[in-house]
């Protein structure tokens, strides 16, 4: 999006409420977010409510835009400076709020990339809580799930291994001699199958203090992908494993966009509806 036409969506409230009405009903058709209903009728302050299971919505309910205070204006700034990579401190002296808002309203986001990705919900049974105030799956995330990455014309692609763990990358290393290397704690490695590197980060994979992934010269650092998310991973500090499934699923989407869309593409995200936590397991 150029400049001329952000600055016409944050002229006025109504015009970027409009922007993202245009993603969250397909032709203006609205229907009930519980029972997918489409008849409906309008009850006080603007809202609707389901002639077959009663609920009462508003245009944004239940989709992850709506878990923050923010106007559609303000929205509309945060994923500009997101966009931009504008550190958190100075979004919120910029946009006049809170710096833990900005945070929170950040995390919304990835939550929202997180939930448009086709393996997201191997991700939730893995224990990522999809979305804001949801419950807890009852796992508890220790250790990041284990990634294949794979760059093809250009596109990143990266995806959950869901029948490998970060002691299956210790025993490939140790046993089967597959290189290691790592930035900060995250660890990636030489080729696998079709992948060119797997990725992972927590604790599993510093079992000893003797462990090391000092490996030199991996493939992996010549793909385009990976050495944006090295340079992404120098400027974060303290990357925990439960969020490292959200970082890297925004800096797909960025890598993917880097020639534009990106805003518009969060932007479709975010007016999202939040997934229904899994059980357990499930």
Known sequence: MDVIGFNDLVSSESAARRFFLGFCWKNHQRFCPRCRERTLYRVAGGRRRCTRCGYTFHDFSRRFIAASAFDCRQWLWLLKFFELGVPPRDVAAQMRVAYHTVLKAQDLVRRAIVATALDAGVLYRAGLRPGPGGKKTGLEMTDAPVFGIIEVGGVAICDIMADITPE???????????????????????????????????????????????????????????????????????????????????????????????????????????????????
């Open 168 to 282: 299956d990358l210790l025993l490939f290393k140790c046993n089967f001699r597959l290189r290691t290397a790592s930035v900060g704690g995250v660890v990636y490695t030489a080729p696998y199958q079709k992948y060119q590197t797997l990725v992972c980060c927590g604790p599993a994979l510093w079992p000893a203090r003797y462990m090391r992934h000092e490996d030199r010269n991996l493939p992996a650092d010549a793909s385009g992908f990976w050495t944006f998310v090295k340079h992404r991973l120098a400027l974060v500090r303290g990357l925990s494993p439960g969020h490292f499934p959200l970082y890297l699923k925004e800096w797909e989407l960025r890598y993917n966009r880097r020639e534009g869309g990106l805003l518009e593409a969060m932007a479709k995200a975010l007016c999202g509806f939040v997934p229904e936590t899994p059980a357990p397991g499930g």
